[in-house]
């Protein structure tokens, strides 16, 4: 593993900040609230965790990570959708997402389901012209990941169980179920993406695959962990949420030690398995880390 | 022109109600519940005008239609889609759609949410997975066609503006603009996309295009004209619906008796211009009439 740029991370991060809020920038004309509606959400200040999840695997094995820019936005234009869909009063009803009022708090409910469509749409579409580029194989196999990774039998399905599972204790299948579909469906999808992107051998899709599962799961845990441990004000939403909705969730199930423990673990696991891979997973490594320790 | 089929339309619309009804049947698991959504709205008896409408361009120039049944089925998720959000309580709220009781109705607004997520991304995904079997850049070309067709500088964009025009008085452009947008773009889009996917030239796809819009436009003025003319029970809809909510619609702007000599005079010049296409367009010529003596 050779030394990774330390200010990669962060890089990115700005560069897709940039590039999501000049996307919606201008643009519109009798219809030009949808673009207000969809940049404020993109705008609110998310971490970006899974588009800079797909652009480090793409980077492992080619630098130029700009010609992907427009696949790593779609991710989080997905991403954003979910939540804002999420937020809804007939879904979670949470007013606070990222520290702002939700889409329909600003929005009202309508052009919050829209600002969800739009971006769902949009996101679709750039993949789409993404492959219209140069089209090849391995590009529309990676869109298809992802466009799959959000469907029914991923953040739609998950989404659903959650929507249903809401007041009852749940088995501890149907939480590994529902937290693989909602929330590590896509993270999952973004790394294996870009390796299928890049034309990565078998051997190291397997690899990423199995990383992706991990992390995403990893990731779950730790919410479930900030959901207690965590302070509205850094989270930028209520805390022991899922607590008071009577959710059952990894800490209700494994108590917060458990929980902690299996976090760690895990995470160990996921940096043990990028560096069996035989090239500079450093910065992939780097994020890996910074979600095992992050405070919101 | 040669003689077309005459089961044709019918036949084609059979075996798109089957393919719907069959890709939805006995999936999911913890997730069955959005399956059973989704199905339930595709089930509600449409008229398959859009996957109809691609099916038949396709077929001005290829016999097997079968090879592209995926793309007529994302097509009509897509609509179905569309019609299940802008039956929300937080958009029309209808109660009625297709002579049963809306999807909200049934399943509750948050799974009514997820149904319509589902069928869009479910569209999308199978786009991508046709486009796996054997990229090629036509293929791609025509499904980001369509994909562009349901965003926020289509369908999304359309019911945006519809929504916030509600009950409000609105300028003719602006009429014109949302119903280009939110009803002529899916359908517009279904006949280039398959113009584009057969490589036809561009003298055919301009063509196409022509009679698209104009068909889009004609189905509109047809629809409010129903909407006073008609009777629920033929609708399966609520008449009179626009009036009610103070909706501008192409009655309330041109009147009855103007807005029947449109959609005559409109439906005339899109035969005219498929009469100038140097193929057999003769089934695309009936379904043009169809859509013009349709009682719901």
Redesign the interface.
Known sequence: MKKGNNDMIENLRQELNSYLHEYMSG?????K???EA?QYSLDAGGKRIRPILFLLTYMIYKKEYRNVMEIAAAIEMIHTYSLI?DD?P??DNDDLRRGKPTNHKVF???????A???L???G??L???H??KD???NK??A??II??S?????M??????D??SEGAKIPID?LY??HS?KTGALIKAAIVSAAVYVGASEDEIDKLSYYGKKIGLAFQIKDDILDVTGDTKKLGKKVKSDANNNKTNFITTYGLNKCMEMCNSITSDCVEVLRGINRDTHDLERLTVFLLNREN
Chains 1, 2 share one sequence.
């Open positions: 643009k519109g004309s009798y219809n609230k949808i673009y969809m869909h809804l007939s879904m009202g409910e309508g052009i919050a389901v829209l969800g469509d739009g769902l749409n949009e679709m579409s993949m789409f012209k492959c219209l089209t090849n194989k529309v196999n869109c298809s466009a799959e959000a469907g029914v039998e991923g739609v399905g998950g989404q659903t169980v929507l249903l149907q179920y529902m579909k």
